[in-house]
């Protein structure tokens, strides 16, 4: 009985390995990308594309999650998403999004830049951080895992942490 | 570069770290005198009660002994106090004239460093290169971007901390120019070993012509390679972090880089600031650094050789 739930604890805590990896050296491939990666036009000439689902590894990271945080000051995203309550640019932190709320759709959103102000970042931030901004976005709708979001801000408070958020869909 | 008294507190350069060593001494030589006669005495001690078969009675035999020791211990141990609060007296900063401030703010793992004019205006800007003019009392102006750090040119001052959310303010002052290394002083995260800076002492006439370099703009590219770095500089991830002044590119995240042809060190006065160094840098700082916020930068060789034609001509 005892060799049974050793094992089964050893299981379980495989299963939060990932929140703790930080990848502190990143390599020159992991910083390029110009293009984004998914259509976004649903109207395609010929044989349509196949649907592209990607998982963001970043959003299973503290780490990551956090350096995401400080990437979104640092690159002005607040100047104009605030924390994630708008300003000149949407809310980040509602159920409405307006080019889709899957991992591709908001880093090709940050690659390409969007009509109305949101700048082109594509080939100006390594991929990476893009990912790791993305991640971070999403965090603060509650869509990434509960177990890897941020518990408190370095900051003043001045909304729930992202990890006490509740999913918005 | 490595001078003996490169970074070295028994040499100091200036008349706070000649206080503090003062102290040192007088420190070491009183708690040597003590250690050496305490172990006599043990000894002494010991010899003496080896002949004496029965002690006859357990009060003490030798009362006069007994206060000469106490009178001794109590009389080192005031003097120690006394050049102990002289000490911190002659380095308060308080009711120093200084006749320049310097702002020194700790980031994770660099040292940004402003001049400021008498109005407490922000004039020039530079980063892990302390120039100080000799003979003058300084004041820093300390402060933490992100995590506690700690100023400490051993040469010049004792340690001083960085906290995030406060200014702390001391006085320095190098009375002989020369180089000197310093370092940060509390753990401040992976790379805190690597988070150094060097402080240049020097004549008042070069230490104003130099910060009049300082206050200029950056140089205009003038071969064809150099003008093809400033584009690169420009158009690729440079200018997400770093600012040139007099260019488009006016990040505050990292370092300023108006002036770092003219700086002696790269990456926090880890390695020399040469060409061979400067292009690994850009390219992957994390293999100098690991750890280090600058990520990896991709280019095209051409474009890096441009980069650093342009980076080397902003002296």
Redesign the interface.
């Known amino acids: 009985m005892t060799p049974l739930i050793l094992t089964l604890c050893l299981l379980a805590s495989l299963a939060s390995c990932r929140r703790e990896q930080r990848q ?9 990308r110009t293009g984004g990666i998914v259509r976004d036009a649903e109207l395609q000439p010929g044989q349509p594309w196949p649907e592209v689902t990607v998982r963001n590894v970043s959003e299973e990271r503290a780490w990551d999650l956090n350096e995401g945080q400080r990437l979104y000051r ?2 002005n995203c607040n100047g104009c998403h605030a924390n994630g309550g708008g300003g000149m640019g949407p809310a980040l932190m509602d159920e409405s999004w307006i080019y889709g709320s899957h991992p591709e759709n908001i880093h090709d959103v940050i690659v390409e830049g969007r009509p109305n102000g949101m700048p082109s970042f594509g ?4 991929d ?2 893009i990912w790791e901004i993305t991640a971070y976005v999403r965090s603060m709708s509650g869509l990434v895992p509960k177990l890897a979001a941020t518990g408190r801000t ?1 900051h003043m408070q001045t909304k729930i942490s992202e990890q006490s958020k509740k999913e918005e869909k | 570069m490595t001078s003996s008294s490169y970074q070295d507190a028994l040499h100091p350069a200036g008349p706070y770290a000649n206080t503090i060593v003062g102290v040192w001494w007088f420190y070491l030589i009183v708690c040597t005198i003590v250690f050496v006669a305490v172990w006599i005495a043990l000894f002494i001690a010991i010899r003496r009660a080896r002949r004496r078969v029965e002690p006859d009675t357990l009060a003490p035999r030798a009362p006069r002994a007994m206060m000469l020791a106490l009178a001794a211990t109590t009389g080192l141990l005031l003097a120690m106090l006394v050049s102990s609060i002289a000490g911190a007296r002659a380095l308060s900063p308080q009711g120093k004239a200084v006749t320049r401030e310097i702002q020194v703010t700790g980031h994770q793992w660099w040292w940004d460093i402003q001049y400021l004019d008498e109005r407490s205006d922000h004039i020039a800007q530079t980063a892990n290169e302390l120039h100080v003019p000799v003979g003058e009392r300084v004041r820093i102006i300390l402060a933490s971007s992100d995590v506690i750090h700690s100023f400490w040119v051993p040469n010049l001052h004792g340690k001083r901390d960085l906290i995030p959310g406060q200014k702390s303010i001391f006085v320095i002052q190098a009375d002989k120019a020369g180089l000197y290394r310093a370092q940060c002083a509390e753990f401040c995260g992976l790379q805190h070993a690597k988070m150094a800076f060097i402080v240049i002492a020097e004549p008042k006439h070069d230490f104003e012509q130099w910060l009049a370099t300082m206050r200029a703009s950056a140089a205009q590219p003038k071969t064809a390679d150099e003008q093809r770095g400033q584009q690169v500089f420009l158009s690729t991830s440079c200018g997400m972090c770093h600012a040139i002044k007099g260019t488009s590119a006016g990040s505050r995240v990292g370092p300023d880089l108006t002036h770092v042809g003219s700086r002696r060190t790269l990456g926090a006065a880890v390695i020399p600031n040469n060409r061979g160094n400067l292009s690994g840098w850009i390219a992957d700082a994390g293999g100098v650094k690991p750890g280090v916020l600058m990520p990896p930068n991709p280019l095209d060789p051409d474009d890096l050789h441009a980069l650093v034609a342009y980076l080397e001509s902003l002296k």
């Not at chain 1, 050296?25 to 390029?32: C, N």
């Not at chain 1, 080939?123 to 390594?126: D, L, N, V, Y």
């Open positions: 502190l050296r990143h390599s020159p491939q992991a910083s390029t640092a690159y080939g100006k931030i390594p990476y951080q370095d």
